[in-house]
């Protein structure tokens, strides 16, 4: 199993975009799942995450203007951003820490990333 992510693209300063996670076939449970980003030569940047129980954390450049959400049955995650800034540029990943099967342990999964353009 794996994360598939969709809804990257380009948009103007300002504009939204809405990207979404979902593994690749379904899934026993998920604990803390959530999105970095990451702009080549730069360090992986954590923009939000949410817990099991609905904890949403958000990094400081995003607050605010982005927001998570998950779906509880289909353990899938989304990002909703607006406002979009050209410093928003990059790649984002999304994370879920996952389990497949109720006998299987724990794995923290990644996605491929999608690439997410704001043009100024």
């Known amino acids: 199993v794996h994360l598939q992510e969709s809804g990257g693209g380009l948009v103007e300063t300002g504009g939204s975009l809405r990207l979404s996670c979902a593994p690749s076939k379904s899934v026993f449970g998920a604990n803390d799942m959530g999105w970095y980003r990451q702009v080549p030569g730069h360090t992986r940047e954590l923009v939000a995450s949410?817990?099991?129980?609905?904890?949403?954390k958000y990094g400081d450049s995003v607050k605010g203007r982005f927001t998570i959400s998950r779906d509880y049955f289909k353990h899938t995650v989304a990002l909703q951003m607006n406002s979009l800034q050209p410093e928003d540029t990059a790649i984002y990943y999304c994370?879920?820490?996952?389990?497949?099967?109720?006998?299987?342990?724990?794995?923290?999964?990644w996605g491929q990333g999608t690439q997410v353009t704001v043009s100024s």
């Open positions: 994370y879920g820490d996952v389990i497949e099967h109720q006998w299987t342990g724990w794995d923290v999964l």
């Open positions: 949410i817990t099991k129980d609905g904890d949403a």
